[in-house]
């Protein structure tokens, strides 16, 4: 491991400050959490759960993918009642936070990471298109008269025609800018944080449009109403919107419900994004996702007990950490730091931020979810995983994140028994292993899939000291699935002085030419 680098990570940090900053409110405006929980959240992550066994070069923060069910809990437990639903939500991360702290003591924090990549991207996917679906009205400042997701796509033409043309010119120059901006040809240009460009032109251009007072304008006959309404609202004192979880409703059934979907879906994003940083850790230094995820637990119960949202590992801030030259979790910390004094010395800026600008950021992080990449990504490794991925996304769409995952998943088994897995192998693999000196032979029998492959990374996570090659052999596994190989290939690129190798895998057929596509035992020719 490198040693830190003080300097490098203060300067990562405040990087990562000026990303965070417009993201955690726009992720808190859309979650129906007032636009300071977001930033409590990143400080108590970057200030608290850096110290307590954060991962090298993660960010902690509120992320994208969890505003589709923060909202949906404000709504459900409040019923129509904005602040009696947001106590009641702080009352279900307290719950969820407890419980991922007691996942980490057991060391279930592997087990999300074994989740079919597939299934998990549907669901981001299905995220994506949530997000777009809600915040393209906003974008546009128009509000529109569906709830559903899919409705709303549907309205989207309607929003357009009857846009309001001041609020549209922020929201389109917000966006221009994110795409824009990583594409041009200057170095300078890839290294400049684009949601803060896109917010230093946001205000300017709300100023231009006298946001602050209320007033009409004419604009190719039609009249258009614009006012504060189309800014960020903030408390004149910060302090005084830090609100307090509200317990009474906690074993309702709405509660359950949430706290469940808050765990699951927090805990399997966040060690997700932790395995997806070490792939991207220049030093290639492995993170304790058990660790991790207590960290984020801690973080998460900290956060709601002051008002804040959910917390965790989240990716597109710690890519730009690791780009920015970070080489210690101390710059999760400066990050946090520098928001915490952005909001005691800065806060009457925050309320200059227009809502649509902080729409275009979400439309943009939703298209990146949803990006057609990821139906391409999903067909390439083998129809069956675009299959997955459709479904999921489809299922989540039609009906809520919970169902989504629950269905893929299923389906995911029920293709395992039809190519022959057992009930039995699909919660245990069966393993032989013997020793030549300082290599390993590991043969794995029957089936190699996302339910069992636990029992070969834990073994693989034991390995005597003195063994630097590891040989394992499919040959009499009759499927290979590919969150196995994946798995596998992420290990492998981990370790150091040490090597993996396949074997048995010719014996079967891919369903695509993919490396990492899944594989079926080849049937004997018939004499």
Same mark, same amino acid.
């Given at each position: 491991?490198?040693?830190?680098n ?8 405040f990087?990562?400050? =000026?990303?965070a ?5 726009g992720?808190s405006?859309?979650s129906?959490?007032?636009?300071i929980?977001?930033?409590?959240t990143?400080?108590?992550?970057? =200030?608290?759960?850096?110290? !307590? ?6 960010i902690k923060?509120?992320?994208?993918g969890?505003? !589709? ?23 279900v991360?307290?719950a ?22 597939s299934?998990?991207h ?6 994506g298109?949530?997000? !777009? ?26 929003s ?6 001041e609020?549209?010119?922020?929201g389109v120059?917000?966006?221009?800018v ?5 594409? =041009?040809?200057?170095?300078w240009?890839?290294k400049?944080?684009a949601?803060?460009v ?13 946001l ?7 604009f190719?006959?039609?009249?258009? %109403?614009?006012?504060?309404q189309?800014?960020i ?5 910060? =302090? ?7 317990f %009474?409703h906690?074993?309702?059934?709405? %509660?359950?419900k ?12 966040s060690?997700?994004s ?10 290639k ?11 984020v ?15 965790? %590992?989240?990716?597109v ?27 005691v010395?800065l ?9 649509a600008?902080?729409?275009?950021m979400?439309?943009y ?8 990449a ?5 067909y ?9 991925f459709?479904l ?5 769409l ?16 029920a293709?395992?028994v039809k ?6 192998d699909?919660?245990?693999?069966e ?9 390993l032979?590991?043969e ?27 040989v394992i ?10 969150t ?5 290939h992420?290990?492998?690129?981990e ?5 993996? !190798? ?7 057929v ?18």
């Amino acid at each position: 491991m490198p040693p830190p680098n003080l300097r490098a990570d203060m300067t990562a940090g405040f990087l990562v400050f =000026l990303i965070a900053l417009p993201l955690c409110l726009g992720i808190s405006m859309a979650s129906g959490f007032p636009p300071i929980a977001g930033i409590t959240t990143a400080i108590v992550g970057g =200030l608290i759960s850096t110290f !307590v066994g954060s991962a090298r070069l993660t960010i902690k923060g509120p992320a994208a993918g969890l505003i !589709v069910i923060v909202l949906g809990a404000v709504t459900e437990l409040g019923q129509g009642d904005a602040l009696t639903g947001y106590r009641r939500t702080l009352a279900v991360g307290v719950a969820a936070a407890v419980i991922q702290i007691l996942l980490s003591l057991a060391r279930a924090g592997t087990i999300g990471s074994l989740m079919p990549p597939s299934v998990v991207h549907g669901m981001l996917a299905a995220i994506g298109v949530i997000i !777009v679906s809600k915040q393209a009205h906003t974008l546009m400042g128009v509000s529109p008269t569906s709830k559903g997701p899919l409705p709303l796509l549907a309205e989207i033409p309607r929003s357009v025609a009857h846009a309001n043309p001041e609020i549209l010119v922020i929201g389109v120059c917000t966006l221009v800018v994110l795409f824009g901006l990583p594409l =041009l040809p200057w170095r300078w240009a890839k290294k400049v944080p684009a949601q803060m460009v896109a917010l230093v032109l946001a205000i300017p251009l709300g100023l231009c449009f006298d946001l602050d007072h209320q007033h009409t304008f004419s604009f190719q006959g039609h009249e258009y %109403s614009v006012g504060p309404q189309y800014l960020i609202h903030l408390p004149g004192n910060l =302090l005084r919107s830090l609100a307090f979880p509200d317990f %009474s409703h906690l074993l309702d059934a709405i %509660s359950l419900k949430y706290i469940l979907m808050f765990t699951l879906v927090g805990s399997i994003e966040s060690v997700l994004s932790v395995s997806a940083v070490d792939a991207l850790d220049p030093a290639k230094c492995a993170s304790d996702l058990d660790k991790d995820l207590r960290a984020v637990g801690i973080g998460n119960a900290i956060a709601a007990l002051l008002g804040g949202l959910p917390m965790i %590992s989240e990716i597109v801030r710690s890519k730009a950490n690791i780009d920015s030259g970070a080489t210690s979790r101390r710059a999760n910390f400066f990050h946090g730091l520098f928001l915490l004094g952005f909001v005691v010395l800065l806060p009457g800026m925050l309320h200059r931020v227009p809502l649509a600008a902080l729409a275009g950021m979400l439309v943009y992080t939703g298209t990146r979810l949803a990006s057609p990449a990821e139906f391409k990504r999903a067909y390439r490794i083998g129809p069956e995983q675009l299959f997955l991925f459709m479904l999921t996304l489809l299922v989540t769409l039609a009906t809520d994140l919970l169902v989504g995952v629950a269905v893929g998943l299923v389906c995911k088994l029920a293709l395992h028994v039809k190519d022959g897995v057992s009930l039995r192998d699909l919660v245990r693999m069966e393993m032989r292993e013997r020793r030549h000196g300082e290599a390993l032979h590991i043969e794995v029998e029957n089936a190699a899939v996302f339910t069992n492959v636990l029992t070969l990374k834990r073994r693989l996570d034991r390995l005597e000291s003195d063994i630097v090659r590891v040989v394992i052999d499919f040959s009499r596994a009759r499927v290979v699935g590919h969150t196995v190989l994946e798995k596998l290939h992420r290990i492998a690129d981990e370790w150091e002085g040490r090597e993996l !190798v396949l074997q048995g895998l010719e014996e079967h057929v891919p369903s695509s030419d993919h490396e990492l596509a899944a594989r079926k035992k080849r049937r004997p020719a018939l004499a």
